[in-house]
């Protein structure tokens, strides 16, 4: 079955640190990939998505995203968090029905 | 103003009451979905709709129903609403294309006491 898995629920960073959210998927074949944000009141924003071709995917708000087949994984980074980052952050894939699976969630929380 | 529009954006109500929540969208996209948000699960679908002839279930649909009235608008009603369907509620909107993203709005809160 295809299922999408973000192991950590909340996460607790300085500001000025780096970030990794990690994202992993089960499926046969390659999915549609897609990381999205949340903040507090607001829905859900795109911050990158990756198709095909190199692995290492740019976004918005100075995120970055690698696809790693072998590892089945989709992992977010960041170099250096900032306050405005706190917010929850979601990977979504789309096994190929034009329909988004959702991962429960990283919470990340910014302390000074 | 916003793409994505839900309304109410927050709504508190009884036990047994139908409820319709309401999305409208100016993108112009095909797609249409709603989802809800509960903490520790993620969002889950509840249905989509690809065009205003078209309405599929998703994950949970039982209890709820939709209707897609024109291309901009998709509505989801509880027809008698009990407490466990208490959550945030999302509408998105998205091309049609297995690689187009799905675009939201900012939710309804919705509490059933």
């Known amino acids: 079955a295809q299922s999408v898995t973000q192991p950590d629920i909340h996460i607790t960073v300085s500001e000025g640190a780096s970030l990794e959210l990690r994202c992993n998927y089960s499926y046969g074949a390659t999915p549609y990939l897609f990381w999205y944000v949340q903040s507090p009141g607001q829905g859900l924003q795109l911050l990158l998505k990756?198709?095909?071709?190199?692995?290492l995917v740019q976004g918005i708000k100075g995120f970055e995203a690698e696809f790693k087949r072998s590892q089945s994984s989709f992992n977010l980074r960041k170099p250096s968090v900032h306050w405005s980052d706190a917010a929850e952050y979601f990977c979504?894939?789309?096994?190929?029905?034009?329909?988004?699976?959702f991962g429960t969630g990283t919470r990340l929380t910014i302390i000074p | 103003d916003a793409d994505v529009t839900q309304t109410p954006r927050n709504r508190i109500t009884k036990t047994g009451k139908r409820i319709m929540l309401e999305c409208s969208q100016t993108k112009g996209h095909d797609r249409m979905y709603w989802y809800r948000q509960d903490p520790g699960l993620g969002l889950r679908l509840i249905y989509y709709s690809f065009d205003v002839k078209d309405i599929n279930k998703g994950e949970i649909s039982d209890g709820y129903s939709v209707s897609r009235q024109a291309q901009a608008k998709f509505s989801l009603s509880l027809e008698s609403a009990i407490p466990n369907q208490t959550a945030l509620y999302f509408c998105?909107?998205?091309?049609?294309?297995?690689?187009?993203?799905?675009?939201f709005g900012d939710g309804t809160r919705l509490s059933i006491l």
């Open positions: 990756y198709f095909s071709g190199d692995t």
């Open positions: 979504a894939f789309n096994f190929g029905n034009e329909k988004l699976t």
């Open positions: 998105a909107t998205s091309a049609s294309g297995w690689d187009q993203p799905q675009h």
